[in-house]
C-alpha cells in the first residue's frame, strides 16, 4: 500500500474517531445532567422527574416514567453506536499507528531491550485484562461499594502505570492507559448497559417483573463512564504534549490532573444542590496546578538541573533561543534529559553514542545534520521520534539554532 493511501486512511479513522468521540461524550454528559436535574412530582407517580428545555426555537418536554407494560412505546431511541464507533476507530489506529511499528513508537530503548512483538503483545493483552479486572470489581462485594471500587481501582491503575513506565516510552504510556479506560468504558457499554436495557424490557413486554439490580448496575456503569470522561479526553490529548509525558514525573502530573478532573465534573453535577459549586472548582483548579507545578519544577532545582546559560551571548544565540522557543523545540529537549528527548545543555563538543553502536562528535556539522535530518543519527536510548526540517529552516535559522545550543552550558 502507497504512503498516500495510508495517510489517507489514517486521516479518515482519525476523522471518524474524534467525531464519534465527540457524539458518544456528547450524550454522556447531556442524560446525565438530565438525570441529575429531573424534578420531582409528588402528585405523579409514575413520573420519575421531569423537565422542560429550550433549544432551537422549541421547547422540549422531558419526561421519565415508570414504564407501563402495556403502553411500552412502539420507538425506542438507544444510543449504542457512537461508542462502538469510536472504540472501533480507535482499536483500528491504535493498531495502524503503533503495534505495526511498536518497537520503534511503544518502547523506550533507555530502558529495556524487550523486542516489539513483546510490547504489543503486553498493550493488546492489558487492554483485554483491564476490562476483566474492572468487570469483576463491579461483580464482587464492592459493587454495593462504589468509593471503595473506585479506589481499588484506581490504586491498581497507578501501579500498572509504573510497571509499564519501565519499558514504554512516556507518550505510549498515558495512550496506553487511555485505550484502557476507553475499553472499558466501550465494553460498560456493550456487555452491561445496553443488555440490561434490553433484558428489562423484555421482561415488561412479557408482564414479568424485571430486576431492579440490572437497573441499578447499568446506571452505575453508565455514572461511571461518565466521570472518566474528562480524563480520557486529557490522557488522549497529552500525547501531543512532549512537556507532559517527557517530564521525568509525569505519571504523577497526570495522575493529579485526572483527579482534579473529576473532582471538578463532580462539583458541576452538583451544582443545583451546591450553591459553592463555582468556587470549589476554581479551588480545586488552582490546587492541582499548584501541585503539577511544584512536580515540575521543585525536583528540578533539588536536583539542580535548572537552566544555566552563559552570561555573554551573541545576537545569533539570542535569536535563536527565541526561535526554539517558537517552534517548539523546548517541549521535547528541556535542561534535564526527559524519556522522548536528550537535553540540548552542554552537549556541544561532546561524544554522542548512537542507536547504531557508533560514536560521533556534538559538532556544528552534527548538529546541522540532526536538525534538518533527525533520523540520520539517533542518540542512544531514544526513539527516532524527532521530525527532520530541512525545508522548515532558513540557513539562518540553522545558524541561530546553533549558536543558542552552543551557549548552553
Known amino acids: 500500500m ?39 412530582d409528588p402528585n405523579d407517580k409514575q413520573s420519575l422527574g421531569c423537565m422542560n428545555m429550550l433549544h432551537a426555537g422549541g421547547v422540549f418536554f422531558l419526561d421519565k416514567r415508570i414504564i407501563d407494560p402495556k403502553n411500552i412505546p412502539d420507538k425506542l431511541h438507544v444510543f449504542k453506536w457512537q461508542s462502538y464507533t469510536t472504540w472501533i476507530s480507535g482499536a483500528l489506529l491504535l493498531i495502524l499507528t503503533f503495534y505495526v511499528r511498536s518497537g520503534t513508537l511503544l518502547l523506550d530503548p533507555s530502558k529495556t531491550d524487550m523486542s516489539g512483538t513483546q510490547a504489543w503483545l503486553i498493550s493488546l493483552l492489558s487492554i483485554v485484562g483491564a476490562w476483566v479486572v474492572y468487570d469483576l470489581v463491579w461483580h464482587s462485594p464492592l459493587k454495593h461499594k462504589p468509593t471503595a471500587a473506585i479506589s481499588v481501582l484506581t490504586l491498581g491503575l497507578i501501579g500498572y502505570t509504573y510497571w509499564i513506565d519501565g519499558f514504554y516510552n512516556g ?7 487511555g485505550a484502557m479506560i476507553g475499553t472499558t468504558m466501550s465494553a460498560n457499554v456493550r456487555f452491561v448497559i445496553i443488555p440490561n436495557q434490553k433484558q428489562i424490557m423484555t421482561a415488561l413486554l412479557q408482564g414479568k417483573p424485571h430486576d431492579l439490580e440490572k437497573g441499578r448496575q447499568a446506571k452505575l456503569r453508565s455514572l461511571t463512564n461518565h466521570y472518566v470522561t474528562f480524563p480520557v479526553i486529557f490522557l488522549m490529548l497529552s500525547a501531543h504534549f512532549p512537556m507532559i509525558y517527557g517530564d521525568a514525573y509525569y505519571i504523577p502530573i497526570v495522575f493529579v490532573i485526572c483527579i482534579a478532573l473529576v473532582v471538578i465534573k463532580y462539583l458541576i453535577n452538583i451544582y443545583n444542590i451546591f450553591s459553592d459549586w463555582l468556587f470549589a472548582s476554581l479551588a480545586t483548579f488552582i490546587l492541582g496546578l499548584g501541585i503539577v507545578i511544584m512536580l515540575f519544577y521543585i525536583p528540578r532545582k533539588l536536583q539542580g538541573n535548572q537552566s544555566r546559560l552563559t552570561v555573554n551571548r551573541s545576537p545569533a544565540a539570542i535569536e535563536g533561543e527565541a ?41 556544528e556539522a552534527y548538529l546541522r545534520e540532526s536538525i534538518l535530518n533527525a533520523t540520520a543519527k539517533v542518540s542512544y536510548g531514544f526513539a527516532p521520534a524527532m521530525p527532520g526540517y530541512e525545508g522548515s529552516f532558513s540557513e539562518q535559522e540553522v545558524d541561530q539554532l546553533i549558536a543558542y545550543i552552543r551557549s548552553l552550558q
Open 171 to 177: 507518550r505510549f504510556v498515558l495512550l496506553q492507559i
Open 323 to 363: 526561535l526554539f522557543s517558537r517552534k517548539g523545540c523546548i517541549a521535547c529537549h528541556q535542561p534535564a534529559n526527559t524519556t522522548i528527548a536528550p537535553s540540548l545543555h552542554g552537549i556541544y563538543a561532546t561524544e554522542r553514542r548512537l542507536a547504531s553502536g557508533e560514536s560521533v562528535l556534538a559538532d
Open 2 to 40: 502507497s504512503p498516500e493511501l495510508i495517510e489517507f486512511f489514517n486521516v479518515v479513522l482519525r476523522f471518524t474517531h474524534i467525531v464519534a468521540a465527540i457524539m458518544w461524550i456528547g450524550n454522556s454528559l447531556l442524560f446525565t445532567w438530565m438525570e441529575i436535574n429531573l424534578i420531582k
